[in-house]
């Protein structure tokens, strides 16, 4: 079996954290992050077709090195 490759910085710890952090949040605290995501300056929420994904990340990930 393949071993499954975490991008760079990520690990056991760091994954297991942000699941708790996510499995113990209450249903208003949830709302209260999606609020404040949506309010960000220079951030646009849109949805994208699955098959989409893997290009959206790449043209996320190229603009992250050129910015």
């Not at 490759?5 to 949830?30: D, S």
């Amino acid at each position: 079996m393949k071993r499954q490759q975490l991008p760079r910085g990520w690990n056991e710890k760091r994954i297991r954290e942000v699941i708790a952090h996510y499995e113990n949040q209450t249903e208003e605290e949830q709302a209260a992050e999606i609020e404040a995501a949506l309010k960000g300056e220079n951030i646009t929420m849109m949805a994208v077709p699955t098959d989409l994904v893997p290009q959206v990340l790449n043209l996320i990930q190229e603009h992250k090195r050129t910015a």
